[in-house]
């Protein structure tokens, strides 16, 4: 109260016109607020007053001050706030101008409302528990028109992120008005950078002669689609305990050094609205299981395996599956850290149905879309690898037995669910089955709206973003399908009978490789490397599970090998596949190797797949330098299994641990 009686003293002695010091206000702080009433309440003080306020404000500038009342919100503004606030600033952003540059022709407002669950357990421990709600918005906006615009040109901008402003936040209530700000804000960002990328575009085409024109943008159907978001309820402390006990499984594997479990359950709702009419609003979930493992073998060389269990409902991660899983990775890194090191190797190759499926999502899904090659400067070239199939539609690719067809409506395969279904893609358009390739023969590429030779419309694949503007096309659920097939004992003979014929003293089997890399960013750079030194092209990842077969049939598992020059050309010369088939559903990062921390984005896809022998693939040993062992024996791991029950690993005479006690 006293700081309050003081600053009312200093205000009445400044209204007074008297000057007061420091001294008075302590020791007369009533008596100068009683004078300054006293001459307020004299008529000639507050007329005198009033003028030296007018003479003092005289050459102020006069603000105008406007009542804030908001325009009365429409019903779609009211029930759906965010997809009202991005059709109302998509209407408003097309009337942009900026002197006499080109106005938008197209913009699109794409926002995912995610709320995600993490949970993360080693060894019987759950590590961490992590909620959280965003908003990523990603706006697009083109200048110029359909047959040239600002897309594809390898330019840098000045503008963030250019004519995407992507991966920007917006705030997670429904506030229409603070909605349209943050919209609004994204909008002016990204169509000054498309104008800045559009000049630069312009000014290097004009530098150079084109043989042939192709349209930056193409046509499509528009979509209308609202659908109720109701999420579904994801249990945390149900499923803190299943990871938990799913960590708990390593336990019994002393020879794994490091090994977690993890769950993502996200469940989003997706808007998206352009200025074409499109208006979509469709609840899109992805729930996931990852598990990773590592170790070192005798000699040093680290060793690792996982796997990512990816689902698009809750109910379908069951709980004997995902045990299994778990199981696997632990026993395959056990056996490999037994196992000798492979040498070079040249001969036909079995792959069986999963390792199969596993290869042609990696190697054929990367080059079934088509791509152009972005504007650049004159005499700038740019080491972007164009698909092995550009060009060669009508030409055979694959053996006349073999077709290849992406079916993103389908739902499961012999009662196993498939990952890779969805109803739009990143720009809107509805997908339809795809045959790719028939009886052998290249048929067509997975497109997006951006046209190349031939072909001038997307057929709903823009799944991903791409570089330099442009989204990238992916596969759904890719299915293989043969019209000779035979019992898988049978093909392994094949492998066998081809090896005595060729002299070899045994045959390879891959029953699984590294796709997507479960290494980490340090392995996956060093593949890039080892690529890059060799005439493969795009690096191919490395096969985990190989085995030796001999003449007698007998198996041999072996470590260390990796392809070479393993490449789409390579499907021409497969000679048999199995009548048993495997689903291989995997995320796809659009990075190399199928790194999961090499994009913002991921996409659930699905490859079905037959085993596959294939006449000839080189196989090669690797000579890295390797770390050292651990110098001290891990401490005994106790796990409660039950009631009283526990286990513990007591070292080996090696140094890293031996099995339950």
């Not at 503004?77 to 059709?87: D, I, N």
């Not at 979509?280 to 680290?302: C, F, S, W």
């Not at 896809?605 to 062992?629: A, N, T």
């Amino acid at each position: 109260m006293r700081y309050c009686v003081v600053a009312l003293a200093v205000l009445a002695a400044f209204l007074a016109g008297s000057l007061i010091t420091p001294a008075q206000i302590v020791n007369l702080p009533v008596k100068a607020k009683g004078k300054a009433e006293e001459n307020l309440n004299n008529p000639e003080a507050r007329e005198r007053k009033a003028k030296e306020d007018r003479l003092r404000h005289a050459d102020m500038p006069q603000v105008e001050i406007i009542d804030p009342v908001r325009p009365k919100l429409t019903p779609i503004q009211v029930s759906e706030p965010l997809l009202g606030a991005m059709e109302e600033e998509i209407t408003r952003g097309m009337g942009l101008r900026m002197g006499g540059l080109e106005a938008p022709y197209f913009i699109q407002d794409t926002v995912e409302d995610n709320e995600q669950l993490s949970i993360t357990a080693e060894l019987g421990s759950v590590l961490g528990i992590e909620r959280t709600h965003h908003r990523p918005l990603r706006v697009e906006v083109r200048v110029g028109s359909e047959l040239l615009d600002n897309s594809n040109a390898a330019f840098q901008v000045s503008h963030g992120g250019g004519a995407f402003v992507d991966l920007a936040t917006l705030p997670v209530d429904n506030d229409f008005w603070a909605l349209r700000h943050f919209l609004w804000l994204a909008t002016d960002q990204a169509y000054k950078g498309a104008l800045d990328a559009m000049g630069k575009k312009k000014a290097a085409l004009n530098a150079t002669v084109r043989n042939e024109v192709i349209p930056d943008f193409s046509d499509v159907e528009h979509l209308k689609i609202l659908q109720k978001t109701e999420r579904a309820k994801v249990d945390e402390k149900e499923w803190a305990a299943r990871i938990r006990s799913l960590s708990e499984v390593f336990l019994a594997y002393p020879r794994v050094y490091d090994s977690s479990v993890s769950l993502e359950a996200v469940q989003s709702v997706v808007h998206l609205v352009n200025s074409e009419s499109t208006s979509i609003k469709v609840p899109e979930n992805l729930y996931l299981v990852r598990v990773h493992a590592t170790t070192q073998a005798d000699d040093g060389m680290p060793l690792y395996d996982g796997t990512v269990v990816p689902r698009l409902h809750l109910a379908e991660l069951g709980e004997a599956d995902l045990k299994r899983s778990v199981e696997d990775v632990a026993q395959h890194l056990t056996e490999l850290a037994k196992a000798p090191r492979g040498e070079r190797y040249i001969g036909p190759v079995l792959f069986e149905p999963y390792a199969a499926a596993q290869v042609v999502a990696e190697v054929l899904g990367a080059h079934l879309p088509e791509s152009r090659r972005p504007v650049t400067d004159p005499g700038r070239a740019l080491p972007i690898p164009l698909s092995e199939f550009d060009g060669r539609i009508g030409s055979r690719v694959l053996p006349e037995w073999m077709s290849l067809v992406d079916d993103p409506q389908a739902k499961e395969w012999h009662g196993e669910p498939l990952a890779g279904g969805y109803e739009f893609d990143m720009e809107g358009v509805a997908p339809v089955p795809l045959t790719l390739v028939e009886n052998g023969i290249l048929k067509t590429y997975l497109m997006t709206r951006m046209p190349v030779r031939g072909l001038e419309t997307s057929n709903g694949r823009a799944r991903l973003p791409g570089p330099f503007f442009t989204y990238l096309a992916r596969i759904s659920n890719l299915m293989v399908k043969t019209s000779r097939a035979e019992p898988l004992t049978a093909v392994k003979q094949k492998l066998i009978e081809a090896v005595k014929q060729q002299g070899k003293p045994y045959g390879i089997i891959v029953r699984k490789t590294d796709y997507p890399s479960a290494g980490s960013y340090a392995e996956v750079e060093r593949q890039m490397v080892l690529a890059a030194r060799t005439s493969a092209g795009r690096p191919v990842s490395t096969p985990l599970l190989v085995y030796r077969v001999y003449p007698d049939g007998r198996e041999e598992l072996v470590r260390g090998l990796r392809f070479h020059s393993l490449t789409a050309r390579t499907f021409r010369d497969i000679l048999s596949a199995s009548s048993e088939q495997a689903v291989f559903s995997f995320l796809d990062t659009g990075a190399p190797l199928g790194f999961p921390g090499g994009s913002n984005y991921l996409v659930p896809c699905s490859v079905v797949s037959p085993g596959l022998l294939f006449e000839e693939i080189e196989l090669e040993s690797g000579e890295e330098e390797r770390p050292m062992l651990p110098l001290v024996t891990p401490p005994p791991v106790l796990s409660l299994t039950g009631p009283g029950a526990e286990k513990a690993r007591t070292p080996l005479p090696n140094g890293r641990g031996s099995g339950p006690r």
